[in-house]
T-cell receptor
């Protein structure tokens, strides 16, 4: 089945730094989604991408749908303590009733 | 507040005990899902329900059963709990099956420990 590889698995940064993470797939996706999970809560949708090359922002967050349709990137600028959590990518393939597939998550820790 | 409500939030079971995790959504969504989250493995789909009256297996269905009681409620049952089922369980819902456009809305999770 389809798999997503999300990297890095964890990040330890200083407050104010920029953050980059990405997801890659072995197959083509027609939708990429980025979720954030706060400690003790469920994932919440941050950004959705629907077209190859699309670049979408949500405040300090920017995500891109890769041109090859096999990858996506999430950047966070000027990190703040409330950015702490686990970030998941999710994607949906192009054929038939494809399930939404989730990456393994990137755990972000911020040192004040 | 509109959303997905899961109960209980925490549970400790002894090996062999049974329990049911409850999930309800008030967004009039058609599809509902149960995931488990384990460290380093992301979210794995246990069972899903495309619409009221239908259920299907996901990636890791063994040891679980589900019931789509009505459009709002989708429960997950562990008949004989095992330590390997220690995990955080999330219920989610979406307008359409495997909705890619708007994604899923998740509950806040049930943290289950089997000893």
């Amino acid at each position: 089945g389809q798999q997503l590889n999300q990297s890095p698995q964890s990040m330890f940064i200083q407050e104010g730094e920029d953050v980059s993470m990405n997801c890659t797939s072995s197959s083509i996706f027609n939708t990429w989604l980025w979720y954030k999970q706060d400690p003790g809560e469920g994932p919440v949708l941050l950004i959705a991408l629907y077209k190859a090359g699309e670049l979408t922002s949500n405040g300090r967050l920017t995500a891109q749908f890769g041109i090859t349709r096999k990858d996506s990137f999430l950047n966070i600028s000027a990190s703040i303590p409330s950015d702490v959590g686990i970030y998941f990518c999710a994607g949906r393939g192009i054929q038939g009733a494809q399930k939404l597939v989730f990456g393994q998550g990137t755990r972000l820790t911020i040192n004040p | 507040n509109a959303g997905v409500t899961q109960t209980p939030k925490f549970q400790v079971l002894k090996t062999g005990q049974s329990m049911t995790l409850q999930c309800a959504q008030d967004m009039n969504h058609n599809s509902m899902y149960w995931y488990r989250q384990d460290p380093g493995m992301g979210l794995r789909l246990i069972y899903y329900s495309a619409s009221e009256g239908t259920t299907d297996k996901g990636e890791v269905p063994n040891g679980y059963n589900v019931s789509r009681l009505n459009k709002r409620e989708f429960s997950l049952r562990l008949e004989s709990a095992a330590p390997s089922q220690t995990s955080v369980y999330f219920c989610a819902s979406s307008e359409g099956l495997f909705e890619g456009y708007y994604g899923y809305t998740f509950g806040s999770g049930t943290r289950l420990t089997v000893v």
